[in-house]
């Protein structure tokens, strides 16, 4: 292992026994997440400050509202149902995390004192490429899937899941409290880390590792260069952001004293989230887990993607100092393989039956619609 990661397998420390087929998939995470850190640090190793974020961001500038669709938009016509649903879900996903992540970023920016010019400079960068981001991908509904304006909102909401939404309105709530009118400074710290921490690097990274482990590339599956160019530049505006957040993050550490505790009841809270969730997913009787399969490939279930996503978060924090919240990462992913899994080691996963893929998504519909 390079640098700070933390190896999944050496955060576990199981009593029970190492094999079975979690142990290959802890092996496969421990990789696929030690391989996106490393080449990560490839890249933003020499950030050291706001600056050099600035400086980078102009080097790498592009333009979302210039890359060619027309291959796109042909190869879409192409596509029987099915294929074209599952782009749908992945479209749906990610313009809902880009539309919430944009709607807040001008209250961040506005938020940042004065005295934080470098911070501030930074942050209006990433204001930039957050409503770009958007922008790329209404782009991609009206003129690859042939939405009309007026409903893309609409039909990225409909294709989006449940628990993506759950995750958005808390979101939303807790940028609400924090960027509230008379907010401290330590309360934009916060927001800050919530944003860039857990939201772009935890929550929307873990999304696209995961994918691209799992050879899950519908860019290159179904011909769609255009949509395939503009991700790849959007993946690494959102290795920038997580920097400016650690930067942020490391000032507020420094600065605060009471800084360590406030971002340990925030990690705290979002851990609790995880766990309900997934006990949640694992009652479903399949449901969530088949879902999982569908988006994402084999052996994705509700226990692996909550390992991925704790992983991510225990790396970061690691890298933060933060040490004390990543060995309540380690209990709980301990706690969780072994509830999740059976005496040989191989993850608890129930095959729906006809009856609960049939009702049960329709619940989850209704459900979504009231969140």
């Not at 991609?140 to 009309?148: K, P």
């Not at 899994?341 to 095959?351: A, F, H, K």
Request: negative net charge; hydrophobic residues 45%; proline residues 3%.
């Amino acid at each position: 292992m390079s640098g700070h990661a933390l190896s999944t397998e050496a955060m576990l420390e199981a009593a029970a026994p190492k094999g079975g087929r979690i142990g290959r998939l802890l092996a496969e995470i421990d990789a696929l997440i030690d391989a996106d850190e490393t080449a990560e640090r490839h890249i933003h190793g020499a950030w050291k400050t706001f600056d050099d974020i600035v400086a980078a961001a102009n080097a790498n500038v592009w333009d979302a509202y210039g890359v060619d669709l027309t291959t796109d938009a042909a190869s879409y016509r192409r596509l029987d149902r099915r294929q074209q649903q599952a782009l749908l879900r992945i479209f749906g996903t990610i313009y809902r995390a880009e539309s919430v992540v944009d709607d807040w970023m001008v209250r961040i920016v506005a938020a940042t004192p004065p005295t934080a010019d470098a911070m501030r400079l930074a942050l209006q960068g990433q204001e930039h490429d957050e409503k770009m981001h958007r922008g790329s991908l209404f782009r991609i509904a009206t003129e690859v899937f042939g939405i009309a304006p007026g409903d893309v909102e609409r039909v990225a909401r409909a294709n989006n899941n449940f628990v993506a939404e759950t995750l958005f309105a808390r979101f939303d709530s807790q940028m609400t409290r924090l960027l509230r009118a008379g907010r401290p400074l330590e309360d934009v710290y916060t927001a800050i880390f919530i944003y860039g921490i857990l939201s772009e690097d935890v929550v929307a990274n873990s999304d696209v590792v995961i994918r691209r482990a799992k050879g899950n590339d519908k860019y290159a599956e179904f011909n769609l260069p255009g949509m395939r160019e503009g991700q790849t530049n959007v993946r690494r505006d959102e290795g920038r952001h997580v920097r400016i957040a650690v930067l942020a993050t490391h000032a507020f550490l420094d600065d605060h004293p009471a800084a360590e505790a406030t971002l340990a009841a925030v990690c705290t809270d979002y851990l609790d989230l995880a766990d309900r969730m997934l006990r949640q997913a694992k009652r479903s009787r399949g449901l969530i887990d088949a879902h999982l399969r569908e988006s994402y490939g084999p052996d994705v279930d509700s226990l692996y993607y909550y390992l991925v996503n704790l992983k991510r978060l225990g790396v970061r924090l690691d890298e933060l100092g933060l040490r004390e919240i990543v060995r309540d990462i380690r209990a709980r992913m301990e706690h969780a393989v072994a509830e999740f899994t059976d005496d040989n080691r191989d993850p608890i996963v129930e095959i729906p039956g006809y009856a609960t893929r049939v009702f049960g998504r329709v619940a989850i519909s209704l459900a979504r619609r009231r969140a």
